[in-house]
Structures are given as structure tokens and as C-alpha cells.
């Protein structure tokens, strides 16, 4: 594979500076047209034999192309607060919004290449790390990024060459240290888990490029060209009216609310359709006497079990879905009533801003995940993609369809992690939902809480049947499963959330 690496290539001096020039004028043009078109992100991954050249790439980039819209990361072993947090939490955190470029050095792969070589892990243990690469990279090509990776390679006389040549030079040795000098030993086996990785994760959306890094001239001017070409032709392939183009897919999911994979199960499509929430029984309540029992029962349990789980450094994430008027904000109320205020936090979520929508959509979510010991309540999630966004046209057929095994892959990292996940889906019925409305509309207090979007949503309610259907039966998994509550009887949907947060609370102290 690196053969083609190897071959001594160069480009000497008054070449280089007369490519130079172009380049840098058309890479800045590039990136001016990328910033202004707003319209997708660029990341690119630098990886490979040290001192092939991976710095002096990145610090040109920087040199040709304007910083102040180029995010630079270099990794390192995680801080104290990145240990308290899922592994991608970190390069969650570091994506470059659309109209942007990141750049990235020793990032995702380097971990898993090290294990590997240094036999921490098996073969079997370093594809799955490399699949759960490969997932991330999917989800952000789907959202419309870039993602360019260069494997920056020396042969293992010129990078032995490289290093002494580092070691001699005063302004320089500091580059170079001992576990530099054990890579080299091992670098046989460094190339050999380098062409497993290379093969594994190269990608049409995130393909690599080996680049020769022996001739400075050569090879910062073979990775400018591979980013120029990359942006230019994603920026060609921009509609001109990108606006209609989005407008008229929107239009089509709203018209045509086809169920998953083409099968029949929307209402417009078989009139005998029967959703996961026609099971339940709605008629389900609790009398006030035992409502008050039970609560001030739970409410204690939660408080002691909670302070158990905090001295475990075990976090927890409690997600709430529902319709309009279903009582989540009810029920969230009571639960935190049992927990001290620095234990928990609550994110509620509405459409995404400005600012977040130049992100992938979960890109909000990650960064309000918890640290270790600590509780986050999500008042609305993630699951918005293949609900609201997709009910209301938000987000294409193709996008909430991919979105089911991006939140498998997403809460599986969370629960990996040992986070300890509850979804509770809060049922309430039509008639219900309209008994609430006409009260908050009549309620002074309580009128805020209603509005025109609100009945629009109502409106849909059986395409919000079916998008829950669909829901409940592509992420309920067996690590992350969905509680359906039943919510007519706000008393009975209180006291059963309560009750199932501390018997998963106490299951945590009991392991």
C-alpha cells in the first residue's frame, strides 16, 4: 500500500514557489466561497509516520487559507474532564461548523492505532473501533461535510534520517522524544495495523490520501491540491437555489408522509393501522391519597439514591418526549424536587438556532451531556430528527430515515460509557391533549404556555402516531429502552416515571 510513498519524489525550489502562489490565491478564494456559501463543513485528518510532515501541513494550510475560520486540534491523552465524558464527546465538541474547515492532528484514529500495535487489543477490538469511526464519519458526510484524511508517510530509513536530523538541530529536538524511538522499533508493525486501518475505513465520503512526506516541496503542495480540488468541487455541486431545492423536499415529506422503507403503515396508506400507542390503556390513574404516598416515598428514595450514584461518579441522562400538553414539565418538576440543585441539569430544547443548525443535529446534544456523578434532564431531544423534523418537513426523508441507527450508534456510546439512560415517552390522548388546550387558554397563569404552533402540530396527529411508531420500533433497543407512560392521569404518569428512575438508580448502586 505505501509503495507508492516511497518512490523519492520532489519538486525543486522555483517550481514550488511558482505552484505555491496559485495555490495559495485559489485555496483562499476557495475558502472565501465556502464561508460565504455557509452550506457545509470541512474536516480534515492528518495521520502517519512521525516526521512525515503532519505539523508543517497543517501550519501551512493555515499560512495559505485564513485562520480565523480554520479550527486547529491537536490531541493529546484526554484531560480529567474529557475522561468524565463518552470518548467522541471531544470530537463532537471540535467540529468545525459548515462554512468552516477543522483540522486535525492525532485524532481519532491514533488511539485505536496504538492499542493495537502495542497489543492492548485484538484484531476483532480495533475494527469495532475502527466501525464506530467509520459511523461518525457517515453521520457527518450525511449532514454535508467534507472529510478529507492524510496519511503522512516516510520510509523507515528517511523517518530514522528525519528524527536525528530533529535530534541535532537545538531548535528543533524537542520534537522528538523517547516514545518516538519505540514507535520506530515497532514501525513494521506500525505499517502493517496502518494498511488494516487505511483498508477498513477508506471511504467514497471519507476517502484517504497517502501522501510521500520526504520532499517539504512535494508534499505540502500535493496536500494543498487534494483540498483545493475537494472544496471545489463541493462548493460546484451547490444548487443555485439551494432554498427552492430544500423548500420543494419539504413540501414532498409533508404530502407524502410514507412510513419507514416504503411499507404501508401510514394511516393514508392502510386505514387498519394500529400504532404502538393504540395498545395502551389510557384509562390508567392514580387517586390523590396514594399519589401523595407513593411520591413522598420516591422523592426521599431518589434524593438517597442519587447522592449513592454521585459517589460512583455514575452520570445519568433522563430524556422526556411526548405530545404537546403531555405533562413532561409536570413530571420534571417532581423529580427534581428529590435531587440537591448541583447534582442535576435541565436542557430543554426547541428548534435549533442559527448557530446549531450549521452543526449535525446532534452536535447540541453532546455538548450537554453530563459530567461523571451528575444527571441531565432533557426536556426534548435528539429525537426531534424523526419526529418534529420529520412530521414537519425539517429535515428529508432521507435524512430521518439514517437518523434511527445515528441515535442507536449515539446512545450506545452513552450507555458504553456507563451512563445510565431512560427515555420515557408520555402518552396522552387527542381528546385529552384538547381537554388541556381549551384550560391553558382559559388559565391566565398558564395561557403562555400555548400557541399557534401547537395546534399546528395537532393537526398532524396521525402522522406524529406513526412517526412515534416508527420510533419506538427502531431505538428501543435492548441497552436503551423506551418507557411508554400512560398520561391522561397526570397523577399516574408522575408517580410511574418516579418510580422507574429509582429502580434504575438502585440497580446502578446494586452492580
Known amino acids: 500500500m505505501f509503495e507508492t510513498a516511497e ?4 519538486i525543486q525550489k522555483q517550481e514550488f514557489r511558482e505552484q505555491e502562489d496559485i495555490l495559495w490565491n485559489d485555496l483562499l478564494a476557495a475558502q472565501n466561497r465556502l464561508r460565504t456559501s455557509d452550506h457545509f463543513g470541512v474536516i480534515i485528518d492528518f495521520a502517519g509516520v512521525r516526521g512525515a510532515g503532519k505539523l508543517s501541513s497543517i501550519n501551512l494550510l493555515n499560512k495559505w487559507m485564513d485562520p480565523r475560520w480554520i479550527l486547529t486540534q491537536a490531541y493529546s491523552e484526554p484531560s480529567e474532564d474529557e475522561r468524565l465524558r463518552p470518548d467522541y464527546w471531544r470530537f463532537w465538541r471540535d467540529l468545525p461548523p459548515k462554512g468552516q474547515i477543522g483540522l486535525y492532528l492525532s485524532g481519532r484514529y491514533h488511539a485505536p492505532l496504538i492499542d493495537y500495535v502495542y497489543k492492548k487489543i485484538g484484531k476483532t477490538e480495533f475494527k469495532q473501533r ?3 469511526i467509520l459511523a461518525f464519519e457517515r453521520m457527518q458526510a450525511d449532514d454535508g461535510a467534507l472529510i478529507l484524511k492524510f496519511w503522512m508517510h516516510l520510509g523507515r530509513g528517511a523517518q530514522k534520517k528525519r528524527m536525528k536530523a530533529l535530534e ?3 531548535l528543533q529536538r524537542w520534537r522528538v522524544d523517547e516514545s518516538d524511538w519505540r514507535h520506530w522499533k515497532l514501525y513494521d508493525e506500525f505499517i502493517a495495523a496502518a494498511e488494516l486501518l487505511i483498508a477498513h475505513t477508506n471511504t467514497g465520503h ?8 520526504q520532499d517539504y516541496n512535494y508534499r505540502s503542495l500535493r496536500v494543498g491540491q487534494v483540498v483545493l480540488k475537494a472544496i471545489k468541487k463541493c462548493l460546484g455541486a451547490i444548487p443555485t437555489d439551494a432554498a427552492t431545492e430544500n423548500n420543494n423536499q419539504h413540501e414532498q415529506v409533508t404530502d407524502h408522509p410514507a412510513g419507514p422503507d416504503d411499507t404501508p403503515s401510514s394511516p393514508g ?3 387498519n393501522f394500529v400504532s404502538v400507542l393504540d395498545a395502551l390503556d389510557m384509562s390508567k390513574t392514580l387517586d390523590k391519597k396514594d399519589y401523595k404516598q407513593k411520591m413522598a416515598k ?6 438517597q439514591l442519587q447522592n449513592k450514584v454521585s459517589d460512583n461518579r455514575t452520570s445519568t441522562i433522563l430524556i422526556f418526549e411526548g405530545p404537546d400538553a403531555a405533562g413532561k414539565g409536570g413530571i420534571i418538576r417532581r423529580l427534581v424536587n428529590g435531587l440537591d440543585a448541583v447534582d442535576y441539569k435541565i436542557a430543554p430544547f426547541g428548534a435549533p438556532t442559527d448557530e446549531e443548525l450549521r452543526y449535525h443535529y446532534l452536535w447540541r446534544f453532546w455538548n450537554h451531556l453530563p459530567a461523571a456523578g451528575r444527571m441531565t434532564i432533557f426536556d426534548r431531544s435528539w429525537y426531534g430528527r424523526v419526529l418534529v423534523e420529520r412530521v414537519e418537513g425539517f429535515a428529508s426523508e432521507a435524512e430521518w430515515k439514517h437518523a434511527y441507527a445515528e441515535i442507536n450508534d449515539f446512545e450506545s456510546q452513552l450507555v458504553e460509557h456507563g451512563i445510565l439512560l431512560m427515555k420515557f415517552w408520555i402518552n396522552i390522548t387527542k381528546e385529552e391533549q384538547l381537554k388541556r388546550f381549551t384550560a391553558r387558554k382559559e388559565t391566565p397563569r398558564k395561557r403562555w404556555k400555548l400557541n399557534d404552533e401547537d395546534w399546528r402540530n395537532r393537526n398532524n396527529w396521525e402522522q406524529y402516531n406513526l412517526a412515534v411508531h416508527d420510533m419506538v420500533q427502531k431505538t428501543s433497543t435492548a441497552i436503551a429502552p423506551w418507557n411508554i407512560i400512560e ?4 397523577l399516574y404518569s408522575r408517580a410511574t416515571v418516579m418510580q422507574a428512575v429509582c429502580k434504575k438508580l438502585a440497580a446502578a448502586v446494586a452492580d
Not at 518512490?7 to 520532489?10: H, I, R, Y
Not at 420516591?298 to 434524593?303: D, I, N, P, Q, V
Open 487 to 490: 398520561g391522561n392521569s397526570k
Open 130 to 132: 475502527l466501525n464506530r
Open 298 to 303: 420516591y422523592t426521599s428514595e431518589l434524593h
Open 168 to 170: 541535532k538541530d537545538p
Open 7 to 10: 518512490l523519492g519524489q520532489k
Open 206 to 213: 471519507a476517502p484517504w490520501h497517502i501522501v510521500e512526506g
Open 269 to 271: 396508506n392502510n386505514l
